[in-house]
């Protein structure tokens, strides 16, 4: 089974700011990990993927996220909040590439975290 | 090709009648997707496709919900008898499977289906 928690569902920030946004997971096997993005009356958008290569992933608009294995964590991060940045994020997790069974490729969703980016 | 293309994008029906979306998945995807989402909730699974075959549904698909893709291509989620509490944006994705890696899945806009 697997599972995402998002630890905040508002997280408030200040234009040039940092973002964290939290995420742990928790999963049987070896994920593959995802950030997607929503913007008002727009689709899901990737962010940015791990999937058991480098920990610490650059994703689209200066985002970056690392995987931390002891922890069960996949936080997003972004050193300075621009306006455009005003969304609800999403954190994924994917059952590990290697695995069987008909549940390969169905993602599981976290319920989500809305970021709100003050001028 | 563009991207995942559902159609309609709304959709506003009386409660006990029948709607059918539509989704178009880029087109050298084999994997189909239809996810759920309420109102302050993430995406849930509904049903995966590959190819033309259904190989899995969730528990959330009641009979009432049926789902095809004929031909490996467009995919239809049907819903009979609609109830308020379908009310939702109903989302399709698709992704590739290339030997034994699965590509990240992109996500269509969505059809908001609301039920009076």
């Known amino acids: 089974a697997q599972s995402v928690t998002q630890l905040d569902s508002h997280v408030s920030v200040s234009e040039g700011t940092p973002v964290l946004l939290r995420c742990n997971y928790s999963?049987?096997?070896?994920?593959?990990l995802f950030w997607y993005v929503q913007h008002p009356n727009k689709g899901l958008q990737l962010l940015l993927k791990?999937?058991?290569?480098?920990?610490l992933v650059k994703g689209i608009n200066g985002f970056e996220a690392e995987f931390k294995k002891s922890e069960t964590s996949f936080h997003l991060t972004k050193p300075s909040a621009h306006m455009s940045d005003a969304a609800e994020y999403f954190c994924?997790?994917?059952?590990?590439?290697?695995?069987?069974?008909?549940?390969?490729?169905?993602?599981?969703f976290g319920q989500g975290t809305i970021l709100t980016v003050h001028p | 090709d563009t991207g995942v293309s559902q159609n309609p994008r709304h959709k506003i029906t009386k409660r006990g009648q029948n709607v059918t979306f539509r989704c178009d998945p880029i087109?050298?995807?084999?994997?189909l997707y239809w996810y759920r989402q309420t109102l302050g909730q993430g995406p849930e699974f509904l049903t995966y496709?590959?190819?033309?075959?259904?190989?899995?549904k969730s528990r959330l698909l009641s009979d009432r919900f049926s789902a095809e893709r004929p031909k490996g291509s467009f995919s239809t989620l049907e819903i009979q008898r609609t109830e308020q509490g379908d009310s939702a944006m109903y989302l399709c994705?698709?992704?590739?499977?290339?030997?034994?890696?699965?590509?990240?899945?992109?996500f269509g806009q969505g059809t908001r289906l609301t039920v009076v």
């Open positions: 496709f590959q190819n033309e075959a259904q190989l899995e």
């Open positions: 791990y999937t058991s290569a480098a920990t």
């Open positions: 999963s049987s096997y070896s994920p593959s």
């Open positions: 994705a698709s992704s590739n499977r290339q030997g034994i890696m699965n590509t990240e899945a992109f």
């Open positions: 994924v997790v994917r059952m590990g590439e290697f695995t069987g069974g008909t549940s390969y490729g169905k993602l599981t």
């Open positions: 087109s050298e995807h084999n994997r």
